[in-house]
Structure formats: structure tokens, C-alpha cells
T-cell receptor, first 112, second 112 residues
Framework: DQQVKQNSPSLSVQEGRISILNCDYT??????FLWYKKYPAEGPTFLIS?????DKNEDGRFTVFLNKSAKHLSLHIVPSQPGDSAVYFC???????????FGTGTRLKVLA | EAQVTQNPRYLITVTGKKLTVTCSQN?????MSWYRQDPGLGLRQIYY???????DKGDVPEGYKVSRKEKRNFPLILESPSPNQTSLYFC???????????FGNGTRLTVT
């Protein structure tokens, strides 16, 4: 049972435009959500997170939105750059636990 | 520099030949974990450790062993590797609940 789902395996976006990556979850106990970026031959690196008490968190070009009622979060990258081309994983956990459930990843390609 | 170090980066072995993948972190983190990444399945947790001498199974523990004799080290042991353990493995550590995981650069294992 996939508790965290990324239904788009891949996404292509033109440089300078907005990239929107989506993630859905089923466990209503999840209250901490993260996005990781992964380049080939490297480990995933933390990008941005959000807790369930917020519905939006921004960090430069990256914004994460959380819709708790829909059990949905999204990552917006504006403007997209070729260096953003990578695989993006969303992850979720319950408060006070160290257990992180990851989605299957979305490969983003930003075209120059 | 704060980091999680895995060795080796690449490993090709034959069925049944015992192997160990090492993992070390220099951040004094209590919690460490092993994940495997497979196409279409994302990152799945194999084992985790809350502290020295405290380990527990993750979601896909079959065929793996771990040990945690020191805080900084968390080796992954495959006593009798099989081809279905061909995968990309990541070690990770975390400073506390509600914090991001820090990943190593991965070990690509091929079992023939």
C-alpha cells in the first residue's frame, strides 16, 4: 500500500517557466512533509519542508503548498532552471517519529 | 563538513558471497537508517537504528542485517546476496524527529 504517491514519473518544462510537482498521501496522521532533490550518482539532498500547521512554505525559488483536506502537497519552482533537472522525491512522517515514507519520484527536465 | 559516507560506491558480486556496505556519519546523530531505491518503487526503508545497540526492521528487511556498535557507524550486511538485492542503497542519519534526513551518496550493488 503506497502511502505517499507521486503519480507523474516525469515532467518537462521550459527554462524560465514554472515547474509544479505533485504528491498525494493517504495517512491522515502524517504532519511533516519534505521534498528531496536527487542528481545522478548522488544521494538525495533536502530541499524544503512543511509542517501541517502551515499551508505554504517558501525558500527562494521553491515553494511547497500543503492541502490537508485533499491530502495533497505540491512543489513549485519559479523560475525553472536547467540545473533543476533532477529526480524529486516527496516524503512524509508523523510527529515525533523518525519514520519517513517516500514517494516514487518525479524526474524533472528543464529545457534550455 | 557534516556528511554521511558510504563505501563502496559501486559493488559487483555473485550470489551467496557475503558482503558489507559501510556507513559512517560525523554529525553525532543518534538515528541512522538504510534505504534501497528501485525503479518505480522510490526509497524503501530496510533497517533503522535509534541509538547504539538499538536496531529495528523497516519495510523491506528480508535478506539484510545491520549492527550499531558505535554511534557513528551503521553497516549493512548481506549474508547471502541474491539477484533481487541488486539495487541502489542509501544510508541516512537524522538529528532529531521533525528534522530532515541526511543521505550518503549511495552504493550501487549488482548481484549476478
Amino acid at each position: 500500500d503506497q502511502q505517499v504517491k507521486q503519480n507523474s514519473p516525469s515532467l518537462s518544462v521550459q527554462e524560465g517557466r514554472i515547474s509544479i510537482l505533485n504528491c498525494d498521501y493517504t495517512n491522515s496522521m502524517f504532519d511533516y512533509f519534505l521534498w528531496y532533490k536527487k542528481y545522478p550518482a548522488e544521494g538525495p539532498t533536502f530541499l524544503i519542508s512543511i509542517s501541517s500547521i502551515k499551508d505554504k512554505n517558501e525558500d527562494g525559488r521553491f515553494t511547497v503548498f500543503l492541502n490537508k483536506s485533499a491530502k495533497h502537497l505540491s512543489l513549485h519552482i519559479v523560475p525553472s532552471q536547467p540545473g533543476d533537472s533532477a529526480v524529486y522525491f516527496c516524503a512524509a512522517s508523523e510527529e515525533g517519529t523518525y519514520k519517513y515514507i517516500f514517494g516514487t519520484g518525479t524526474r524533472l527536465k528543464v529545457l534550455a | 563538513e557534516a556528511q554521511v559516507t558510504q563505501n563502496p560506491r559501486y559493488l559487483i558480486t555473485v550470489t551467496g558471497k557475503k558482503l558489507t556496505v559501510t556507513c559512517s556519519q560525523n554529525m553525532n546523530h543518534e538515528y541512522m537508517s538504510w534505504y534501497r531505491q528501485d525503479p518505480g518503487l522510490g526509497l524503501r526503508q530496510i533497517y533503522y537504528s535509534m541509538n547504539v545497540e538499538v536496531t529495528d526492521k523497516g519495510d523491506v528487511p528480508e535478506g539484510y542485517k545491520v549492527s550499531r556498535k558505535e554511534k557513528r557507524n551503521f553497516p549493512l550486511i548481506l549474508e547471502s546476496p541474491s539477484p533481487n538485492q541488486t539495487s541502489l542503497y542509501f544510508c541516512a542519519s537524522i538529528g532529531g524527529a521533525g528534522s530532515p534526513l541526511h543521505f550518503g551518496n549511495g552504493t550501487r550493488l549488482t548481484v549476478t
